[in-house]
């Protein structure tokens, strides 16, 4: 790469590579990136005095990962997630002060992922994730208590620049507790109120009948699957004509029921490891003094998403790839990687595993500048070596990441992070 990359940052071309464009690998070999927008992608496209030239060495160049189910706590994590090929997080539930604050900070900034979020959740008073409230990870934050509260709620969440609306269906049966949970009747006017002021309504569901729950009530989307039973024979028909998409995070479901721990596997990959942060280390690594594992209520099973996740992937309902991350062992970034093997476990392709954390979230999303590579889109790019589509966990080999054409420095990371 040439040495004065500070000079044109944001404009460079990038040949000798196989181009994943979101869907499928495609025959170009060369991607063309200017002021931080990707102009050209072909084959044999000649480089110009102007360009940083990069070899990518016969690796695989994907569209920057997109991980559609994360909790931020600060603006490191988004950090964090950039220095493990995670170019946009898609936050699912974040404190007023807390979403302004991490705007703010990070506005204009290629060395962090971008963010969306749906700002406050709703939820029935005391019920989840009040409990992060008593534990001190949350300040007190606004509930909904009756219809007559849901339009102020939802204006509410738009003045705070909410990119779309969260609403929280769990009692806690399937973690051996009981809360409070939202009436239908209220499910189902926040779905309403959601759409008339131009958000999306995504779901978060633990058991089947929230699940159906939400997808009568006309939810968009559904963050999680059910681990309370195995599917219905209907619930992917009834899914897939409702035209939603669902963020199954498998790997926290893994975590919860005391399955496999993916994550703790690579904590020591030579292109993962050394960028973990000591905090991020501390989260995936199992500690058996404070085990995020829980015993769950018989029936209750880790299993039942995956095969929920098979049986939507054979109905064609989209799946996306999210990680809930800074959830129990989940850490940013680094664990996007873990639910792309999940999702490939669960009966998904490696191609249609990288179509999730791709292509799928910026169609779910509208999210029409990321996502692909192609002409027009914006240049958040990751290289690894390997093909992805062929073997999964070539995602891990990571060469270079780029955030709209900026070349992210993983050293200089490292060190910031005193990896």
């Known amino acids: 790469m040439d040495s004065d990359d500070s000079l044109r940052a944001g404009s460079l071309l990038i040949t000798n590579v196989r181009v994943f464009d979101g869907v499928e690998i495609t025959e170009d070999d060369s991607v063309l990136v200017r002021d931080g927008v990707i102009e050209q992608v072909g084959i044999g496209i000649t480089a110009t005095p102007d360009l940083i030239t990069v070899d990518g060495g016969g690796g695989t160049l994907l569209p920057g990962l997109i991980d559609a189910h994360t909790h931020v706590t600060a603006a490191s994590d988004l950090a964090i997630a950039l220095a493990f090929g995670v170019t946009t997080e898609l936050d699912m539930f974040c404190t007023t002060?807390?979403?302004?604050?991490?705007?703010?900070?990070?506005?204009?900034?290629?060395?962090?992922?971008?963010?969306?979020?749906a700002g406050v959740g709703a939820a029935a008073p005391g019920g989840h994730p009040s409990q992060l409230v008593q534990w001190g990870i949350y300040p007190a934050f606004p509930t909904v208590a009756s219809i007559d509260q849901v339009d102020a709620f939802v204006a509410d969440r738009v003045a705070e620049g909410a990119d779309y609306l969260k609403i929280l269906l769990e009692d806690g049966q399937t973690f051996g507790i009981e809360t409070p949970a939202l009436e239908p009747e209220v499910v189902r006017a926040l779905v309403v109120a959601g759409r008339a002021a131009g958000l999306l309504t995504i779901s978060h569901v633990s058991t089947?009948?929230?699940?159906?729950?939400?997808?009568?009530?006309?939810?968009?989307?559904?963050?999680?699957?059910?681990?309370?039973?195995?599917?219905?024979?209907?619930?992917?028909?009834?899914?897939a004509d409702a035209g939603i998409f669902v963020t199954p995070t498998l790997t926290v479901f893994e975590a919860f029921t005391g399955g496999a721990r993916r994550?703790?596997?690579?904590v020591d990959h030579p292109r993962l490891g050394p960028y973990l942060d000591p905090r991020s280390r501390a989260s995936v690594i199992p500690d058996p003094d404070q085990s995020f594992q829980m015993t769950p209520p018989a029936g209750v099973s880790h299993e039942h998403a995956f095969a929920g996740t098979a049986a939507l992937?054979?109905?064609?309902?989209?799946i996306l790839a999210g990680t809930d991350a800074a959830t129990g062992r989940s850490a940013h970034g680094f664990c996007l990687h873990a639910e792309l093997a999940a999702l490939v476990d669960a009966g998904l392709s490696p191609a249609e595993a990288l179509r999730a954390a791709t292509a799928a979230p910026a169609e779910a999303f509208g999210l029409a500048d990321r996502g692909r590579i192609e002409a027009g889109r914006s240049a958040d790019l990751l290289l690894v070596d390997g093909d992805p589509t062929a073997d999964i966990t070539a995602t891990r080999e990571i060469r270079e990441i780029w955030r709209q054409g900026v070349r992210f420095d993983r050293?200089?990371?490292?060190?910031?992070?005193?990896v």
């Open 97 to 117: 002060e807390l979403l302004a604050e991490v705007r703010t900070s990070t506005r204009g900034r290629t060395d962090h992922a971008d963010l969306r979020s």
């Open 208 to 239: 089947h009948a929230d699940a159906d729950l939400a997808i009568d009530a006309g939810v968009d989307g559904l963050a999680h699957l059910f681990i309370d039973r195995p599917p219905d024979a209907d619930f992917a028909r009834r899914a």
């Open 263 to 266: 994550e703790a596997a690579f």
């Open 313 to 318: 992937r054979q109905a064609g309902v989209p």
């Open 411 to 418: 050293e200089a990371h490292r060190k910031a992070f005193n």
